[in-house]
T-cell receptor, first 116, second 114 residues
């Protein structure tokens, strides 16, 4: 009954190439989507977000795409660098929420490995 | 994670013992969250507070778990008695504003119950 699904537990990409991490959701009430990045022995850190009124948001090498009809979003990293090796969590929430039962719902994460 | 300090960073204990995890938010916040991360279930919300008041504890797995926030600068998550299945990384996180979904996480407390 996962409402946010990251179906790839791990992904290996060569340095300099594009990394594409995927996320699917089932709850139609979700209006706001975020990606968090987590290094070992550290807490997740916010990376990039997108609201449902947009289909794309770009920040430097990172771009998030949202396909609301398919309930799918993806994170693109171009070009991939060794420092991008980390676990990436997709998260979703209703736009109005600050927490709680209507707060952030996380996927299980995708471990991205950038190979030199 | 400069905004949230968690202790201990690692805890190894035996089944049946009491465990207390601590969280000290450094930066300003309105909300404080406790999450648990396991391989099987990923990041799960356990409980959250708004202005030090517990709002939703529906994620707390059992009565063995309890959380308090006596003031804006301190929160605890207690497990009594602990069980091996409680082994996980426990994160404290904060956010600000009723519409802010950007959480600042602490580095986490890794708990191992033998």
């Amino acid at each position: 009954d996962q409402q946010v699904k990251q179906n790839s537990p791990s992904l290996s990409v060569q340095e300099g190439r594009i990394s594409i991490l995927n996320c699917d959701y089932t709850n139609s009430m979700f209006d706001y989507f975020l990606w968090y990045k987590k290094y070992p022995a550290e807490g997740p850190t916010f990376l990039i977000s997108i609201s449902s009124i947009k289909d794309k948001n770009e920040d430097g090498r990172f771009t998030v795409f949202l396909n609301k009809s398919a309930k799918h979003l993806s994170l693109h990293i171009v070009p991939s660098q060794p420092g991008d090796s980390a676990v990436y969590f997709c998260a979703a929430s209703p736009l109005y929420s600050g927490g709680g039962a209507d707060g952030l719902t996380f996927g299980k994460g995708t471990h991205l490995i950038i190979q030199p | 994670d400069a905004g949230v300090i968690q202790s201990p960073r690692h805890e190894v204990t035996e089944m049946g013992q009491e465990v207390t995890l601590r969280c000290k938010p450094i930066s300003g916040h309105d909300y404080l969250f406790w999450y648990r991360q396991t391989m099987m279930r990923g990041l799960e919300l356990l409980i959250y507070f708004n202005n030090n008041v517990p709002i939703d504890d529906s994620g707390m797995p059992e009565d063995r778990f309890s959380a308090k926030m006596p003031n804006a600068s301190f929160s605890t998550l207690k497990i009594q008695p602990s069980e091996p299945r409680d082994s996980a990384v426990y994160f404290c996180a904060i956010s600000r504003g009723s519409s802010s979904n950007v959480l600042t996480f602490g580095a986490g407390s890794r708990l191992t119950v033998l």
